[in-house]
T-cell receptor
Framework: DQQVKQNSPSLSVQEGRISILNCDYT??????FLWYKKYPAEGPTFLIS?????DKNEDGRFTVFLNKSAKHLSLHIVPSQPGDSAVYFC???????????FGKGTRLHILP | DTAVSQTPKYLVTQMGNDKSIKCEQN?????MYWYKQDSKKFLKIMFS???????INETVPNRFSPKSPDKAHLNLHINSLELGDSAVYFC???????????????????FGPGTRLTVL
């Protein structure tokens, strides 16, 4: 039973446009959400996070939106750049528990 | 229909002991990984195996030894456990394919549920 779902395995976006990566979750106990970025042959690196007490968190070109009622979060990248081409993982955790549950990732291709 | 499973999910042990964490994937993937999560934000790759062969071996103490009896399994054995080994360990798998001249990993990975290791 997948608790964190990324239903799009891949996404292609023109350079300069907005990239929107989506993530759905099923466990209503999740209260902390993270996005990781992964390049080939490397481990995922932390990108941005959001606590359930917020509905938006912004860091430079990256913004994460959380819709608790829909159990949905999204990562917006504006403007998209070639270096953003990577696999993005959505993850979630409950309270202070450090264990996080990963989605299976979405590969983002930024087209020139 | 668990895709990637790890056992045990929780492991509490004394310093100096030897322990193993097992990982199995039923996806038919060629590549498996072990990661160490030191904090929620920091996930470090330790090892990667492709078709039972070691392809990534990051700077990890040699007390950590991965073993892949077949491509569906990648176990992690840890000797002489230390306090600093306490962390959550994630196993993951992905499907590789050959594209023309070279092999490229899809990098879309299925993660296991994690094993919380606590060393006392």
């Amino acid at each position: 039973d997948q608790q964190v779902k990324q239903n799009s395995p891949s996404l292609s976006v023109q350079e300069g446009r907005i990239s929107i990566l989506n993530c759905d979750y099923t466990n209503s106990m999740f209260d902390y959400f993270l996005w990781y970025k992964k390049y080939p042959a490397e481990g995922p690196t932390f990108l941005i996070s959001i606590s359930s007490i917020k509905d938006k968190n912004e860091d430079g070109r990256f913004t994460v939106f959380l819709n608790k009622s829909a159990k949905h979060l999204s990562l917006h990248i504006v403007p998209s750049q070639p270096g953003d081409s990577a696999v993005y993982f959505c993850a979630a955790s409950v309270g202070r528990d450090d264990k996080i549950i990963f989605g299976k990732g979405t590969r983002l291709h930024i087209l020139p | 229909d668990t895709a990637v499973s790890q056992t045990p999910k929780y492991l509490v042990t004394q310093m100096g002991n030897d322990k193993s964490i097992k990982c199995e994937q039923n996806l038919g993937h060629d590549t498996m990984y072990w990661y160490k999560q030191d904090s929620k934000k920091f996930l470090k790759i330790m090892f990667s195996y492709n078709n039972k062969e070691l392809i990534i071996n990051e700077t990890v103490p040699n007390r950590f030894s991965p073993k892949s009896p077949d491509k569906a399994h990648l176990n992690l054995h840890i000797n002489s456990l230390e306090l600093g080994d306490s962390a959550v360990y994630f196993c993951a798998s992905s499907q590789d394919w050959a594209l023309g001249l070279g092999k490229v990993s899809t990098d879309t990975q299925y993660f296991g549920p994690g094993t919380r290791l606590t060393v006392l």
